[in-house]
């Protein structure tokens, strides 16, 4: 299953950024990539998602990603992170949550960076620094779409 989330996210690669789309080719933001890889292994969103401003740096958006994360995923606690994982960064300390990423390795991970587009990237030690959450997508609860716990 973990492979399969990584080649659908890999499928988006080279999807031009676009804030709050999750359109394959067209665009999409990391909202709109972890949005996708959901309900292809899980199902619908069980809830309407809050809309969060375009900026990290104006702190828009409360805790919506974080509060997000909790409600749709399963947080992995002290379990390593692997591949098909989410990770949460944020990217100052007095701000929350403001990106997402999907999990394609140990070391490498799949996101929406605006002005350069859906992407694979080294999971760095900038990119570690930054990270405030890891959890998994919850496909254990939807047995009908042949899928088991990642």
């Given at each position: 299953m973990r492979q399969r989330i990584v080649n659908r996210a890999r499928s988006w690669v080279g999807t031009p950024y676009r804030h709050g789309a999750r359109t394959l080719g067209a665009g999409c933001d990391c909202l709109g990539l972890l949005v996708d890889l959901y309900t292809a292994f899980c199902g619908p969103l069980p809830?309407?998602?809050?809309?969060y401003g375009p900026g990290w740096r104006d702190g828009t958006g409360g805790r919506a990603l974080q509060n997000a994360a909790r409600l749709f995923?399963?947080?992995l606690g002290t379990q390593p992170i692997r591949a098909g994982d989410v990770i949460l960064f944020r990217f100052r300390r007095d701000l929350p949550a403001k990106h997402c990423a999907i999990m394609t390795g140990p070391d490498r991970f799949i996101h929406a960076m605006e002005r350069v587009g859906v992407c694979e990237v080294s999971y760095s030690r900038w990119w570690r620094r930054h990270t405030v959450g890891a959890f998994g997508l919850p496909?254990?609860?939807f047995p009908n779409?042949?899928?088991?716990?990642?």
């Open positions: 809830a309407p998602l809050t809309v995923l399963v947080p496909v254990k609860h779409r042949d899928c088991k716990e990642v």
